[in-house]
């Protein structure tokens, strides 16, 4: 069983209850969840949110939406993580956060092909990134998580849910997924209302329902439109991109 858990909580420290603005008559928790709902290879979907009453809301979108969900730890998203999958027997993970507007089903596929063909514990597309920031994928297996959730005692790791795995390469077999043209200074993810206001720029131009649009499109239209991506491209890059390289 290869499941996408999507990790999401009301609370934001930069943008609170981002995961509920309007983008195209749509919350961005929807967008996400369709966006993956085009992977060929994933089985199931779940939502991971928190045992916070702050996340009840989410909890009643996702029932009125027919989403299966897991409650558990706010602060330690290592064990919600493997809680979760161990909730719907999934066997690979997909690890999806729900500030990311434009994740790629087709890049996500590719990376579920490159741990499942050569039998790693984790695969990824972000050490080093390759791809615009927002776009990032982490795919791993149960035993792998298990290990991890077992192991790891730094707050950081289980924060970040896949940092153990990263800071011990010598345990875990693992493999970067690269583009073959280095996209990494584009930023697609919502942090801030700049964020936000290029993703629902981009959303105008791109977005039909019961359609998807995937990294080319977004390109071309930034080829066209190239002030779209100016928007936000002052806003600070994730430190998760240093603190990826495993130091």
Known sequence: MISAIIQARVSSTRLPNKIFSD???KPLIYHIFNRISYSKKIDNIL?????????D?????????NIPYFRGSEEDVLSRYYN????????????I?????????IILDKVIDLLVEKKLDFA???KPPTFPEGLDIEVFTFKA?????????DDFEREHVTQYFYRHS??????????????????WTIDTEKDLEMTRMIYKELYKPNEIFLLEDILNILKEKPYLAMINSNVKRSAMYTKNEGN
């Open 170 to 187: 010598e345990i875990f077999n693992q493999e970067n997924y690269l583009n073959k043209t280095d996209l990494s200074k584009l930023r």
């Open 97 to 105: 956060t729900a500030d990311d507007p434009f994740k790629d089903p």
């Open 84 to 95: 979760a999958s161990k909730s719907i027997s999934a066997d690979i993970i997909a690890r």
């Open 23 to 25: 983008i195209e008559g």
């Open 145 to 153: 998580l298990e290990k991890a959730n077992i192991e790891s005692k």
């Open 124 to 126: 990824y597309n972000n």
């Open 57 to 65: 809301k989410l909890t009643e979108w996702a029932k009125s939406n």
């Open 47 to 55: 939502l991971a949110t928190t045992n916070n009453p702050a996340d």
